[in-house]
């Protein structure tokens, strides 16, 4: 079997004004994510590792912030196109295991839901994708509750192998 493996990381800047989106689902919060798009930092890190598992670039090749038609697009219509370009190259999503680094929210009680979301999204069985929420202990932009964060890794198998 043929495996490809991928890592992703985002970082965005929390601001009162904003909804805080988080695997395509809001979480409750003062603050949110800014951002080009909806700034969903675990989408964008879910798809440069995808991406990098297929050795295309990064989310701000295929996504530029610079390019209007993103701006305030749903993250979630930018990974239904990475999962897109996952099964025109023949592979199929192995294993996906995600941390979010936030100071706050809590998140424990939304990592169900944002889990099914992700996986009607790309439409994996559940088993596939693990996802784990972290503080920073207080520590720099993000224990200042000033950044959320998020690290993705992506195993990705050639399809029928």
Same mark, same amino acid.
Do not use: W
């Given at each position: 079997?043929? =495996?490809? #493996? ?5 970082? &965005?800047?929390?601001?009162? /004004? ?13 603050k949110g994510s800014l951002g080009h798009s909806d700034g969903d930092v675990?989408? &964008? ?6 991406? /990098?598992?297929?050795?295309? /670039?990064?989310?701000?090749? &295929?996504?530029?912030? #610079? ?12 990974? !239904? #196109? ?6 025109? &190259?023949? =592979? ?20 169900? !839901?944002? !889990? ?6 790309? !439409? ?18 993000? /224990? ?6 998020? =690290? ?9 192998g």
């Open positions: 079997m043929q =495996y490809r #493996t991928g890592i992703g990381y985002d970082i &965005h800047r929390l601001v009162i /004004g904003r909804a805080l989106i988080l695997g395509g689902i809001e979480i409750p919060y003062n675990l989408i &964008h890190a879910l798809c440069d590792a995808l991406l /990098g598992a297929l050795a295309l /670039g990064d989310i701000g090749e &295929h996504f530029p912030d #610079t390019d209007p038609k993103y701006e305030g697009i749903a993250s979630s219509q930018l990974l !239904k #196109t990475v999962k897109g370009l996952i099964d025109s &190259h023949g =592979y199929k999503i192995n294993n996906l295991d995600v941390i979010v680094v936030t100071q706050a929210p809590t998140l424990t009680p939304f990592k169900d !839901k944002i !889990k099914q979301n992700l996986c009607v999204l790309m !439409k994996i069985q559940e088993n596939i994708l693990n996802i784990k929420a972290k503080t920073n202990e207080g520590l720099g932009a993000i /224990g200042n509750n000033e950044a959320i964060a998020c =690290y993705a890794v992506a195993s990705l198998v050639k399809a029928g």
